[in-house]
């Protein structure tokens, strides 16, 4: 992941000229993408994204935007500059997030109507392979050595450890209910799958080869606030694994936890419905998005600090940035 | 729960597998029994056939994937009866060797056939009866509830109006048993959460007023002339359980006001326009395995054996103990498409659950309300709350 990470900024120092980093953001109702600019933190365009668009994500070297058209049942392509729409990538029905391996070739989607986890060629845009797992199959996470991908099912309540080599699931673990999201840090030596409903998020230490063990559940308490509402979603770990952020859905917050000792250290208040997350490539901001107040916030992650929210499309939902 | 522990017979069948782990192959029933009845006031509650039978069906592959990784299968027969041959078909059941039954039934025969069942060691799950002594003084040892009370459907209404203030309440019961029961709850959850009952009038039941070639006219007629000079009033009550004059009350009332409980805004566990909390997964997946629109039976009969499912995965167990006992345990917790975990009270049986207000079309609401608060669980504001149970089955 580090290595991914420098090699993008390094690109973007030899061949780009200075244009600004962006953030993208999809707009669930709105089927949008919002363009924002990280470094005035302006919205810069907003263009139609296809239906439903839910999760975000871009090329290693940031230059295409893939986003899941949850009602279109196909992944959208845009060119990351222009805008424009390339030729879409077959998905399956209804696939609601995804996660595309360092590489960029192989695009794994969870197609949460169908039980399935599709495997899509971002070269020759056709199906490898689909993977049944367990119902309503939503979070997708990726070892950094690109060996597993990590898919969670929010009615069956497993993380499903899905090898990249035969797409045969090698590892089943059960965890809280509706497990939303499933992140490694970025040695690959730790991975958190939050759960919505449970309230609560695994800990898993990852072996060698890939095993996982449950060593851990981070669970949330906020004065005045139910405990109904404390409900992790999307999830970050900064690079050299210290701190792991959790969005905390209606509870509009999100929960910085030191990733070593797995305490919580403090809450951050943020926009309504806090959903997914991620770092500016710098890791200097992590910015989230607010569902039901229509805004990002923007946090300055030294700081654990929230500093700006910024109006964007309509029930924001996912956001992915470059540089 | 004495008899329970009797006989496990072929609750189920466990097999040791080549493997490590033990397999578990669940078998359930859902039993309904179908009652004459009059046609409902409007065709889109026709009872479908397969009512309740569809959430078993959902359930069963719900449960079916899940213990796919596992080693374990679902099975779960579905059987309706008319009233009469309801004992023999809860004999069939437990003769065959099923010990985790789904009982669609009215409360008096729900009773019986929740003790037939527990001669035999089973657990009973009530997907329909609303009745609160069900979950009071007869509430039974081997019957957890997954339907709704009247009484947490009272206390859902009352919360709402309330926090809309509309405090003043013209209720309007009908004359069967069952709405006088209904009624009854309508006035308790008044007094619960501060409304006032300023008019308290029964509708009686004629034989008239359901739809007919010129239903309406009547209706049209009838109604108004009911509900003159009534005391100043925010909102009308319908306590009308058995459908015979609630859904016309809102557009024919003297006064107009807003109509909530059996007609207008009507609190139910679940129906097919519920899109919140990700209940649109549940929609799709409903709809295409049975090409129709969920009904709030469906959804409680799923309920209850993703209760299950839940005891399986879980725990590792599917005899009828076992069940129950992780079932009213602090270890259980269920996703159920309604905003937060659903779990089981240990006074009475009763799964606590939020409870939507539906108006048709949409979900208006969801209860409980923000503000009324609780000291373990703000779901517990509706329904019987541990201190008013009188129920000590589960003590």
Known sequence: MKSFLLSTALAALIAAPAYAGKAFIS????????????????????????NRPRGITTSPDGSVIYVCASDDNLVRVFDANTYEELPSLPSGPDPELFILEPSGKRLYIANEDDNLVTVTDTET?????????????????????????????????????????????????????????????????RLFVTSEIGGTVTV?????????????????????????????????????????????GPANRVAVIDAQSLEVLDYILVGQRVWQLDFTPDEQFLLTTNGNSNDITVIDVAKEKAIKSIQVGQQPWGVVTIE | MHCLHRSLLA?????????????????????????????????????????????????????????????????????????????????????????????????????????????????????????NDLRDGSCRGNLLHTALSHGMKADAV?????????????????????????????????????????????????????????????????????????????????????????????????????????????????????????????????????GRYAKPEDYNVWLALRVVGEAVTRANTADPDGVRDYAISDAFELAAFKGQKVTFRNWNGQLRQPVLLYDGVITVSVSPQEGFLHQSSPLDTMGLDRPESSCTAFD
């Open chain 1, 27 to 50: 707009n669930e109702r709105g089927n949008t993408i919002t363009v924002v600019n990280t470094d005035t933190w302006e919205v810069e365009t907003e263009f139609f994204a296809g």
């Open chain 1, 125 to 189: 845009r056709t199906v490898l392979a689909e993977v049944p797992v367990g119902v309503e199959p939503e979070g997708m996470g990726m070892s950094p050595d690109a060996k597993f991908v990590v898919n969670t099912s929010e009615t069956t309540n497993m993380a499903h450890f899905i090898s990249t080599e035969d797409y045969k699931i090698k590892h089943n673990i059960l965890v809280d209910q509706r497990p939303r999201y499933a992140h490694y840090t970025a040695d690959g030596s």
């Open chain 1, 204 to 248: 898993m230490d990852i072996a060698e080869d890939g095993a996982p063990t449950v060593v851990g559940k981070i669970s949330f308490e906020v004065a005045g606030v139910q405990p109904e509402w404390l409900q992790p979603v999307g999830a970050r770990v900064t690079s050299d694994g210290t701190r792991l952020f959790v969005a905390l």
């Open chain 2, 11 to 131: 609750a189920l069948t466990v097999v040791f597998s080549a493997g490590t782990a033990w397999a578990i192959d669940v078998k359930a029933a859902v039993l309904r029994v179908d009652y004459p009845t009059l046609l409902p006031i409007s065709r889109y509650d026709l009872p479908p056939d397969d009512l309740g039978f569809a959430g078993a069906a959902l359930a069963d592959e719900d449960n079916g994937t899940t213990g796919g990784f596992l080693g374990h299968t679902y099975e779960t027969k579905t059987v309706a009866v008319p009233p009469e041959e309801a004992d023999a078909a809860m004999a069939q059941i437990l003769a065959d060797g099923i010990r985790l039954v789904v009982v669609q039934s009215r409360p008096e025969d729900l009773l019986r056939l929740t003790d037939q069942a527990a001669e035999a060691g089973a657990l009973v799950f009530n997907a329909r009866a609303a009745d």
């Open chain 2, 158 to 290: 009352a919360q709402f109006a309330v926090w809309k203030k509309w405090t003043e309440w013209f209720l309007i019961a009908g004359s069967n048993p069952e709405d006088v029961a209904l009624a009854e709850a309508y006035r308790k959850a008044a007094r619960k959460f501060g409304a006032e009952i300023v008019e308290d009038r029964s509708f009686e039941d004629t034989g008239g007023s359901r739809r007919t070639d010129s239903g309406h006219v009547l209706v049209q007629r009838q109604l108004p002339a009911f509900t003159q000079d009534a005391d100043d009033h925010d909102v009308v009550i319908a306590a009308d359980a058995t459908d015979y004059f609630a859904r016309y009350l809102s557009y024919h009332l003297w006064t107009p006001r807003p109509v909530m409980g059996s007609g207008g805004l009507v609190p139910t566990s679940f129906h097919g326009a519920h899109e919140a909390y990700g209940a649109t997964q549940y929609q799709t997946r409903f709809e295409a395995l049975t």
